[in-house]
């Protein structure tokens, strides 16, 4: 497997960024730009939005449909795993939103799950012609250890 040079590793990473910071600062044109303009989203409840203009039907529905739920939010990635795909490359990354309240001061993990992107190089930039967001909820949590982990118990197990 040909490893992904470091070059394309770095530019992919800064491409992250932008999309991270036009989306928690309310950047739609900078958001959709992260993006090929025939590209798809699938995202939790909202389901697949392809095009630009399903991303900014997305951002409405995100953003200003629900005054105070967006303001304050920051989308962290992390260990982003690159991948050769033909020209392009996947990208996979947990991810977490931490969230502060503006109204009230309070900060809190908001939501945590997986991505999976595919991106691709036009020109000398890095764009986003896939992506789809996994929002955990419940059993959808990524594991492939034993069946153990995921059972649940009633009362809670101290490490003590």
Known sequence: MTKVSVEDRLDIHDMIARYAWA???GDVDGYVNCFT???WIFHGP???????????QLTEQLW????????????RMSQVLLSHEGPDIRIKAFWSILQQRVAT???????????????????DDWQ???LYVDIWRGRNVPWVGDARAGETTTEPTLPF
């Open 37 to 39: 303009e025939d590209a």
């Open 46 to 56: 909202d389901g697949r939005l392809e095009g630009r203009a399903g991303l900014k």
């Open 64 to 75: 200003y449909a629900r005054p105070d739920h967006y303001l304050g939010r920051q989308h």
């Open 23 to 25: 989306l928690d600062t």
């Open 105 to 123: 001061g309070e900060s809190f993990v908001f939501a945590l799950g997986t991505w999976d992107g595919l991106a691709t190089k036009i020109g």
């Open 128 to 130: 986003l012609k896939s």
